[in-house]
């Protein structure tokens, strides 16, 4: 599996030579711009999809512009936390960083529309979701009330449990547990719902907090869990996907406008082409080896059964979207709401044609 994975990775990465019409690395000696993107994923492209994504942005915005721009990457929070990242970003003393949803929400709160629980059956749902008129629209609003521009809509993946005390099955067995969440309000919403305690915490600081058991658990998708080594400090996991995690690569919006029109367009292009790779990776690694690798590291992983599944989505969904609406505008979880059951119906139908366009905000 490890081969098929460098496999790809070559691939897409000689894709990105090929595209930007050179053979070799540009020469940044000279480089009329600098753009720092930071992250939080270790320095790691066969586990780590964001520093995969921004290796590869690297890869195409330096070979494309011909050494014009320089793009200096700050894996595993080296700049300072998502939170720090994004203020940063915000600030301009950071041009880009990768960060989820759950930062995003103290900058930009209507962001918490896409965090009901239970959501998405599929991986399919939700790339249509992430890519529609819908989204377009957040984030074009988002761009005007922060300054802060998102230059490409990603994954983290599904989200599941894990916990060091004892086996979930329902949300019974969640009760009294602390789980820590991101700084995301509708997540800390969610896992108080199940009865159970949410903690934020920063990621940085997370393996060391269920390692002191300041928490009893977390909630990340396998790829995390797997590239974090989590398993190291956790003993149970559950394939409950409460929440479709996503990711996004911001960039200063003055910064991006102050580029030359040509560059805008590599950078613009640069960004949607290594989300690809971030998704494939975090969708391949999750679904195909993270959960076989993290049973050989000792974990006890359970999938819940239809049955308890839908006591997950009972327990959570509608309390969920009741919250949210008493914080932001009604109207974005309700056009949330409306694009999924749209998205849903399209996949259903049978021409297979679903309402998905491609994710652009260039203006």
């Keep these: 599996m490890r081969k098929l994975i460098v496999v790809l990775l070559v691939a897409l990465f000689t894709f990105s030579l090929f595209a930007a019409g050179e053979g070799e690395a540009a020469d ?18 066969l586990t780590a999809s964001a520093h995969a994504d921004a290796v590869m942005f690297k890869n195409y915005v330096e070979a494309r512009s011909g050494g014009r721009i320089k793009v200096e990457i700050y894996p595993a929070n080296e700049l300072g936390s998502e939170r720090e990242q994004l203020e940063g970003v915000q600030l301009g003393s950071i041009q880009m960083c990768n960060v989820s949803e759950g930062t995003v929400g103290i ?17 399919t749902e939700a790339w249509a979701v992430a890519k529609s008129p819908f989204m377009m629209n957040l984030m074009g609003k988002m761009t005007k009330d922060t300054g802060i521009r998102p230059l490409d809509v990603n994954q983290n ?30 997540h800390m919403a969610m896992v108080n719902a199940m009865g159970a305690n949410a903690v934020p915490i920063a990621w940085g600081e997370l393996y060391s907090a269920l390692q002191q058991k300041v928490v009893d658990g977390q909630e990340n998708p396998p790829s995390l869990v797997q590239a974090m080594k989590f398993y190291e400090v956790q003993k149970y996991y559950t394939l409950d996907g409460h929440i479709y995690s996503i990711d996004f690569t911001f960039i200063n919006n003055r910064f991006y406008n102050s580029l030359p029109e040509d560059l805008r367009q590599i950078v613009f292009e640069g960004a949607a082409i290594s989300g690809r790779i971030h998704q494939s990776l975090e969708t391949y690694v999750s679904e195909v080896t993270a959960v076989g690798a993290l049973v050989k590291q000792g974990m006890e992983v359970y999938t819940p059964s239809p049955q308890e599944a839908a006591q997950f989505q009972k327990a959570t969904q509608e309390p969920v979207i009741e919250w949210i609406k008493g914080e932001i505008n009604p109207r974005w979880v309700d056009d949330f709401m409306k694009t999924i059951a749209d998205v849903k119906k399209g996949l259903a139908a049978p021409s297979g044609d679903a309402p998905s366009k491609g994710f652009v905000i260039q203006q």
Excluded: C, W
């Design 28 to 45: 940044t000696s000279k480089a009329q711009y600098t753009i720092k993107y930071a992250t939080g994923d270790p320095p790691d492209v």
């Design 107 to 123: 900058f930009f709160p209507e962001i918490m529309a896409l965090s009901v629980p239970y959501a998405f059956r599929t991986y």
């Design 157 to 186: 993946g599904f989200r599941h449990f894990s916990n060091n005390v004892r086996p979930v099955r329902t949300p019974a067995d969640m009760k009294g547990l602390k789980i820590r969440t991101m700084e995301h309000r509708g």
